[in-house]
């Protein structure tokens, strides 16, 4: 109403093997994480949302625009629209997209059995991915989440000495310079 929120009424939408949808901040899109029929993680689906209510009626549909087969866990979108974020803990194929030699390297080992988490940007047009942190063993970058002026803020949840800090990454500002 402008001045408030006036329950009007619901509609429900199917999203067959898909969950954790979130919603773009104009309500225009909608992202949820897959899954294959035999239940194995597939990465992102981005809808366009189309809604429309007059009086108590109201239509609501979506369709596909694409899809992004990455491993994350709940993203966030960007103000803009133009940036998705999200963490993904280090799994055991990881290894040579951090830099190291082998599965067996002595510092991704520590890795594995320490745990550790990263953040990463996508933009969404292109799907053009970069990881945005290089955690330490024991440490894990969770939740992340834009600040309307760009700013990405993150909470640190550092294991090795049971501490949690938050922190901000200009990461996707960065990009959009280059």
């Known amino acids: ?15 067959p093997l898909q969950g954790d ?5 104009s309500s225009r899109s909608l992202i ?6 035999d239940g194995e993680y597939g990465g992102y689906v981005l809808h366009r949302l189309d809604a429309t209510h007059t009086g108590a009626a109201i239509t609501a549909s979506i369709t596909e625009i694409a899809r992004y087969c990455v491993r994350g866990a709940k993203p966030a979108i960007s103000f803009d629209e133009r940036w998705m974020v999200w963490h993904h803990y280090v799994e055991a194929n990881d290894w040579m997209a951090l830099g190291y030699a082998s599965a067996t390297d002595p ?15 996508m933009e969404i047009a292109t799907g053009v991915i970069r990881r945005i942190t290089t955690m330490a063993a024991g440490q894990y970058a969770l939740y992340p989440h834009f600040r309307s002026d760009g700013w990405i803020y993150f909470l640190v949840r550092d294991a090795n000495d049971g501490r949690e800090y938050i922190a901000a990454s200009d990461a996707a500002l960065m990009l959009e310079t280059q």
């Open 21 to 25: 949808g979130v919603i773009s901040p």
């Open 107 to 121: 510092g991704f080992v520590d890795l594995r059995t320490k745990g550790a988490a990263n953040l990463f940007v």
């Open 1 to 15: 109403t402008g001045a408030g929120f006036t329950y009007v009424a619901q509609r429900t939408l199917r999203t």
């Open 32 to 37: 949820t994480r897959f899954v294959d029929a």
